[in-house]
């Protein structure tokens, strides 16, 4: 499976594709991905990129992960505007995935608006939710674990290994249950990456150092 991740900072910070890939290999999937994300920036940003049409036209993916703008999350009419436009211009081949991402530590209550948006465009375009937001509160309820950096936005490097356990189900066709990504997050978050590779993480909008 060949895959293209675009996004921004809750798709860059402790690399969850790269903990896809992991997950894949676990189920010895075979798996490739790149990933185009800039911080703060929107899918409407990303439709203002070269790169962006060059991979998607020429890349030859089989699936492209989009994630909007989270922390403060736009609203539906900026995603279903930005989701649409991707819609138009992904290759028939290239099957559409939507990262819906979580509300911050203090907005638990934005995370219905944020959900039903991303449901609303997945109906719209034929896409498939990868709902990570969905599976966010009940985990973080049950288990008690840290979902979240310092600044009670980006993820916790357990948040990130949820989330990428949450869309590697998603794209291999499987069950996602609430105790079985618990323990897919926490076999994911004890993984070493290469010490050369830097995790930058997020805080008051700038990059710094996990």
Request: aromatic share 12%; glycine share 6%.
């Amino acid at each position: 499976m060949k895959v293209l991740f675009i996004g921004n900072s809750h798709t860059f910070v402790h690399y969850v594709p790269l903990r896809v890939k992991w997950f894949f290999e676990r189920q010895n999937e075979p798996f490739e991905f790149t990933m185009l994300t800039h911080p703060g920036m929107g899918l409407d940003y990303h439709l203002k990129q070269s790169q962006t049409y060059l991979n998607l036209l020429y890349g030859n993916y089989d699936e492209v992960v989009l994630q909007h703008n989270a922390h403060p999350f736009p609203g539906k009419s900026s995603l279903l505007e930005s989701g649409k436009a991707f819609s138009s211009l992904c290759p028939e081949k290239t099957k559409i995935y939507l990262y819906m991402t979580w509300s911050e530590k203090n907005n638990p209550e934005g995370q219905k608006i944020m959900s039903e948006a991303y449901e609303e465009l997945a109906k719209q375009i034929n896409a498939t939710v990868c709902p990570v937001g969905r599976y966010w509160w009940p985990i973080k309820e049950k288990y008690h674990e840290e979902m979240y950096f310092s600044d009670g936005e980006h993820s916790s490097i357990f948040g990130a290994s949820l989330s990428a356990a949450v869309i590697a189900r998603t794209l291999l066709g499987l069950e996602c249950d609430i105790d079985e990504l618990y323990k897919d997050a926490k076999y994911l978050e004890a993984i070493k990456q290469d010490q050369r590779l830097i995790d930058l993480v997020m805080k008051d909008g700038s990059l710094e150092l996990e």
